[in-house]
Nanobody, 123 residues
Framework: HVQLVESGGGSVQTGGSLRLSCEHFGRFYSTYCMAWFRQAPGKEREGIARIVTGNGDAAYADSAKGRFTISRDNSKNTLYLEMNALKPEDTAMYYC?????????????????WGQGTQVTVS
């Protein structure tokens, strides 16, 4: 059983920064991807960034490139999303997800394990 617990969301002003964390527990696959998604009210869940835990390869959605950075601390079993230059359109519930495999994309349907989400509000 895999459990993911996000934290670090909050309210910030336009141009501000936040760092989201996702601590994970339980038995994991030997090689897996971890990813960040977000979902705003009335919109579909959008993939933001993913990282391959075996080699650190990262990929980003266009909306995140240059502003967001995904990283992982293996010693703490924690995934991070550093978000800078935040805009009101970044307002959403942010979720982390994990799935077995290399180089998975950013489609929500690809991932079967999800956290409960953490709210980010930019005004």
């Amino acid at each position: 059983h895999v459990q993911l617990v996000e934290s670090g969301g909050g309210s910030v002003q336009t141009g501000g920064s936040l760092r989201l964390s996702c601590e994970h527990f339980g038995r994991f696959y030997s090689t897996y991807c971890m990813a960040w998604f977000r979902q705003a009210p009335g919109k579909e869940r959008e993939g933001i960034a993913r990282i391959v835990t075996g080699n650190g390869d990262a990929a980003y959605a266009d909306s995140a490139k240059g502003r967001f950075t995904i990283s992982r601390d293996n010693s703490k079993n924690t995934l991070y999303l550093e978000m800078n230059a935040l805009k009101p359109e970044d307002t959403a519930m942010y979720y982390c997800a994990v799935e077995e495999g290399y180089y998975l994309g950013l489609r929500a349907g690809t991932y079967s394990n999800w956290g409960q989400g953490t709210q980010v509000t930019v005004s």
